[in-house]
């Protein structure tokens, strides 16, 4: 037993002596206490997040009295931001909601993570991308493609409020961030301030001539009141399982998702609606529109109402439920398009017994 356990001891000593050699050299091996680089299934330190409306909204009223906008590209954001990771509100991108003043410029910048805007509530704002130009009004999606110009004018009478959602994260973990300021407060609006969505915004046609090269975008906002055509025609289909009436915004050159690290969506949960339990890889999070649920996450039980945030971490098992009389309407990204790309995305349905890991 003495010779065992010296022996043992020893190995433990040359183990050191080996590990402290080698990092010398910039070089390391596997050690007994590391974690493991396979497991059977995603492991995220990425926690489910529930964001109530009731205290986000006197936050932001708070932020819009101290902080005010200063040229060169800050921003006055409430980011949600997630314990369980050093940085961001997902493992690839990071949300935040932007407040701005009547009367405030949010001056130009550009920078090379992918960004949108999804506007929660107000008018009155313009954005002006490479410059285009366009109106920001509730429930509007407005992109802002990695590395153009843009910079944010609010005209109207009462502040607007918008979510924010840059791949900020994964550009990090890449060690890509770049990031520019505009000489001036804004950028100059073109001869054609809303070509691309004279060209594209019909969904259905195109100009004539070569199409743009697939990875780029041309189409730069998606209004409400087309969203909300797009899901009346859908709400005659068959229910999605998971997610009842779910609808993608879409490249409208390669029908891919909008950008190329986020995927947008929206859906609507009818009254009575139970879905299955669901998993896929990557992460998502969730602004609640309008209307009240339950989503349940990997066992826990998280009940919202309109205006709420919910964060999502890959794999995690997910139900949607509506027991309320009126229809919920949800807004969603996730990451999946990176994780298409590299022929790594998985999804499956899982059974009532296994719904929590």
């Known amino acids: ?191 054609q301030p809303q070509k691309s969505w004279q060209e594209y915004g019909s969904g259905i046609l195109r100009p004539v001539g070569p199409a743009p090269r697939p990875a780029v975008n041309p189409l730069l906002v998606y209004p409400k009141d087309q969203t909300d055509i797009a899901l009346g025609r859908a709400r005659g289909l068959d229910p999605d399982p998971a997610d009842d009436v779910i609808l993608e915004y879409q490249n409208p050159i390669d029908g891919g998702a909008a950008l190329p690290s986020m995927s947008m969506k929206i859906q609507i949960l009818r009254p009575g609606f139970s879905g299955v339990t669901h998993r896929h890889s990557g992460s998502k999070v969730y602004w609640v529109v309008e209307g009240a649920g339950t989503t349940v996450v990997d066992g826990r039980q998280f009940d919202w109402n309109a205006g709420d945030f919910l964060a999502i971490p890959p794999w995690a098992a997910v139900r949607h439920l509506n027991a309320h009389s009126t229809e919920a309407r949800l807004f969603r990204v996730d990451d999946s398009p990176v994780l298409r790309y590299l022929n790594a995305y998985h999804e499956e349905t899982v059974p009532e017994t296994q719904e929590t890991r």
């Open 1 to 191: 037993m003495t010779h065992s356990h010296t022996a043992v001891a020893g190995d433990a000593d040359e183990r050191r002596r080996l590990r402290a050699t080698l990092a010398e050299a910039g070089l390391r091996i596997q050690q007994p206490d590391d974690p493991p680089l396979f497991t059977p299934a995603p492991q995220s330190s990425m926690e489910p997040m529930h964001w109530r409306w009731a205290d986000l909204l006197g936050y932001l009223e708070e932020l819009g009295r101290v902080l005010d906008l200063r040229p060169g590209g800050d921003r006055r954001t409430l980011r949600l931001a997630n314990p369980g990771l050093e940085y961001g509100t997902t493992p690839t991108f990071w949300a935040s909601i932007q407040y701005i003043r009547p009367g405030e410029v949010a001056t130009a910048h550009r920078h090379t993570p992918d960004a949108f805007r999804f506007v929660m509530h107000g008018s009155g704002c313009s954005t002006t991308v490479d410059g285009e130009n366009y109106e920001m009004n509730a429930g509007d999606l407005v992109l802002t493609p990695g590395w153009a110009w843009h910079d944010h004018v609010h005209a109207g009478d009462e502040p607007m409020i918008w979510l924010d959602v840059l791949d900020v994260s994964l550009m990090r973990n890449l060690h890509n961030i770049f990031f520019q300021p505009y000489p001036e407060e804004t950028q100059p609006v073109s001869r």
